[in-house]
């Protein structure tokens, strides 16, 4: 007859099945662990691309403003009014219906001003406070 431990064979088959399921626990460990981080990166990774789109949304919001205030002033450059204004602000040029004044030369302008006449008498209420109320 065959001679066999029957207990010794079970033993060996239970720490097979303890090895066994550990090693499925500590793959399911990794799994979950990994699968989370994953989860949270992607979450942070989101919610940056939000702040950036929000933030290129603002910064587009301003550029198509400006953008229009600058079509609106190149409609303006181009009206003949406001060529004609920078014109008259930049060389001095005029329209036939405008009037030029030649003035003389700085010299001879002394002539021209006027006498200045200070009046150094005292006001008739000043006068009048003064007789009643001297000061002494």
Excluded: C
Excluded at 13 to 34: C, D, P, Q, S, Y
Excluded at 69 to 77: D, I, N, P, Q, V
Excluded at 107 to 124: A, C, F, I, T, Y
Aim: glycine share 2%; proline share 3%.
């Amino acid at each position: 007859m065959a001679y066999s431990n029957i207990n010794r064979d079970k033993k060996q088959t239970g720490r097979a099945e303890k090895v066994k399921n550990l090693v499925f626990v500590v793959f399911l460990l990794v799994i979950t662990t990994t699968s989370l981080l994953n989860i949270y990166r992607q979450w942070s990774t989101l919610n940056r691309a939000e702040a950036r789109n929000h933030k290129l949304e603002t910064e587009i919001a301003s550029i198509e403003a400006e953008n229009q205030l600058l079509r609106l002033k190149s409609a303006e450059a181009t009206k003949s009014a406001y060529i004609d204004r920078k014109l008259r602000e930049y060389f001095g040029l005029g329209t036939a219906n405008d009037y030029w004044l030649i003035l003389p030369p700085e010299d001879k302008n002394l002539e021209l001003n006027q006498e200045v006449n200070v009046d150094n008498s005292k006001p008739l209420v000043l006068e009048w406070w003064e007789l009643f109320f001297p000061l002494r």
